[in-house]
């Protein structure tokens, strides 16, 4: 019986309520569904904090879609460009984006920036645009490899490696609280007893025919949520990035920040017809109307033959075309639209909370309200930061606290979080929530001398 078949059978069995005999036990403080940048990133603060952390991964290493990024990570240039990148993502959202989170997770972006280069990863110093943004604020790594340059980088921190080839068939319930995760890993089913869970699956893009989303991205955690009783919110929107090859493979919106531009099959560019930023328009509008100039003129193509240094600054979208046989120093690219990120997902509080006791998620699997109806380039990566870290803190107030309830938070403009807890509890996260999320040079640093667990973390030597 093929691995896709048995993890099928399995999980039917567990819709009608058979039990299934795992062959092996592990119990963990936190089990950690996805080893894409979410999933990693909170692994990290989760082990600093020394909690006892097991990640897994449905994929061999560098899962998910992480590595598939190829534009970079969006962080503001200066503390005058916040209010200016949270623009362009309410803009882009279309009236969907809820301002407070977008708003915490963009004055947040230095702090991450600030901590990833200390980190030692390579962030190219000269930032790039792309569309939807009304400047240069994307930060790449390895040219257009930056996913998989960010994650080998987090991989790289981690004191014990996620493991490869284990499917979450099922969570552990204990009462109504998610207790765990019956997994099919190379040796048969194995059951994870967990404080807390944190899924990090990533959405279904490998569900429509031409995707940008690797094989694996199938909703299987979105799924798995919904069965134990999460509420799926926003799921009809799903992004189309207007320029793939016709095999689903990306061809970075960076190589239009750098001039690249729209032809039909007429020759003709056609995207200043449709918005006044052309090429740099925001996805949805570029995606509406590739769609339209190929249903009226029989085709669309990408002119890279302007970008300087192409080899060099995006190499991956010059092997994909050389592997079509094309060059793209000299051929046009034909192009389509391709699903390429689902907004919607588990709905979240502002620690990752789905609103069932010990079920935690981030990265593309869960709405945070971040992209509203429409992602803004860029900024997925760096909601997997944001909220990696977020859901880590929400699974581990949880674990300090056996009986309290998860964190729920109230981001505020001025006062950053407050937390609604009991007062202990309350005075030991305290200063994390002010500090993490007022973002300010004296906020971090008192964080980093405070004596809250993030501050703990963040002071220690080598992982702050
Ligand atoms: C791209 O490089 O065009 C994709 C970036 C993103 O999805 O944010």
């Not at 904090?49 to 097991?54: D, E, K, P, S």
């Not at 240069?136 to 340059?149: K, P, Q």
């Not at 002010?434 to 703990?456: E, I, M, V, Y």
Request: proline letters at 6%; glycine letters at 14%; hydrophobic letters at 40%.
């Amino acid at each position: 019986m093929e691995r896709k078949d048995y993890v099928a059978l399995l999980q039917e069995c567990y819709a009608y309520g058979r039990e299934i005999a795992p062959l092996v036990r592990w119990q963990t403080d936190l089990l950690i569904l996805g080893a894409g940048v979410a999933g990693v990133y909170a692994a990290l603060w989760a082990e600093a904090q020394g909690a006892t952390t097991l990640v897994v991964s449905k994929d061999p290493l560098p899962s998910g879609s992480t590595p598939w990024a190829q534009g970079g990570v969006a962080f503001p240039v200066d503390e005058a460009d916040v209010e200016a990148h949270l623009r362009d993502t309410l803009q882009a959202g279309r009236g969907l984006v809820e301002e407070k989170v977008a708003r915490s997770i963009v004055e947040e972006a230095p702090l991450h920036l600030e901590r990833l280069l200390r980190w030692g990863l390579p962030f190219h110093p000269q930032p790039v645009r792309e569309g939807g943004h009304s400047q240069a604020r994307v930060r790449h790594l390895g040219g257009d490899r930056s996913g998989l340059w960010l994650l080998r980088g987090l991989l790289a921190r981690l004191n014990r490696l996620p493991l490869q080839g284990y499917t979450a068939l099922s969570f552990l319930l204990a009462g109504d609280r998610v207790a765990g995760a019956l997994l099919l890993g190379p040796e048969g089913p194995v059951e994870v007893r967990a404080g807390a869970v944190l899924l990090a699956t990533g959405g279904f893009g490998s569900l429509f025919p031409v995707s940008t989303a690797p094989s694996g991205a199938t909703g299987d955690g979105m799924v798995l949520a919904w069965r134990a009783g999460a509420i799926l919110r926003d799921l009809e929107f799903v992004q189309f990035h207007p320029t793939a090859l016709p095999n689903g493979a990306l061809v970075s919106e960076a190589v239009r920040g750098e001039g690249a531009v729209l032809l039909n099959a007429f020759g003709e560019r056609f995207m200043p017809r449709y918005a006044e930023r052309g090429e740099l328009a925001p996805r949805d509008v570029v995606a509406r109307a590739v769609f339209w100039e190929r249903e009226q003129t029989g085709g669309t193509y990408l002119d890279l033959r302007v970008v300087e240094h192409l080899e060099e600054r995006f190499p991956t979208v010059v092997a994909s075309a050389r592997a079509l046989g094309l060059d793209p120093t000299k051929d046009l690219l034909p192009v389509v639209p391709a699903a390429h990120y689902v907004m919607g997902g588990i709905r979240t509080d502002a620690f990752g909370f789905t609103g069932l006791p010990g079920l935690y998620a981030a990265g593309e699997v869960a709405s945070t309200g971040l992209h509203g109806a429409n992602r803004l380039a860029s900024n997925s990566l760096l909601e997997g930061l944001g909220y990696g870290q977020a859901g880590c803190f929400g699974c581990l107030a949880r674990l300090g606290r056996g009986e309290l309830r998860p964190a729920t938070a109230k981001a505020t403009r001025s006062g950053g979080i407050s937390l609604h807890r009991a007062g202990s509890e309350a005075a030991s996260w305290g200063s994390f929530g002010r500090c993490a999320r007022g973002n300010t040079a004296a906020g971090f640093s008192g964080l980093c001398q405070g004596t809250s667990p993030a501050g703990k973390a963040l002071g220690q030597p080598g992982r702050g």
